[in-house]
């Protein structure tokens, strides 16, 4: 058995800090000043200092990604409680993990996707490493035909496209079965 941790590769820049650098190039601080009203000043203050978010406000999208050179166990098991959960039959290759991980609020890694080999079965499972997590991780599977798939969601979107046996279970999260061809 081998047991993996896995975090995101790399972060791309909060949507805050990308929003208010636009304001500042496109109009300027004295054009934003002329503008203003009465009403607009304090919104207008806050898109000025909204450049350098506090922890708070801030947003990282992370991403990553996990390909097996070929997938000889004969049912793969994915839990994702915190997000949604795709998948897609191979078109060749082995079982591929693909994710977006959000972080809200914080730049560490809250969550994680762990994958787990044995002879029989791969299990890829989000785990929290704290005991609330702000974020959230949209994973995606493309794995090999033939394969039995056991899907679980907790409120995400468990949206099936495979060529195999399925079992899918979600506590509130919309199910879609969408045949393969």
Known sequence: MSGRRCRGASTLPG???????LLERALGPLFLAAVLTPG?????????????PTAAESFALDSFRWRAEATPQGTVIATNEWGDLRTRTAQRGGLVVSAMIQ??????????IRIDE????????VVPRV??????VDLTLIIPPGKRLEATTR?????IKYKGDVQVRSRNGEVRLIPAR
Do not use: N
């Open 15 to 21: 949507l805050h800090s990308v929003r208010a650098a």
């Open 40 to 52: 607009a000043i304090s919104s207008a203050a806050i898109a000025a200092t909204a450049s350098t």
């Open 103 to 112: 972080k809200i609020g914080t730049t560490q890694d809250e969550l994680e």
């Open 118 to 125: 044995t002879a029989d079965t791969v299990v890829i499972e």
């Open 131 to 136: 005991a609330e997590p702000r974020g959230r």
């Open 155 to 159: 409120d995400g979107l468990a949206e």
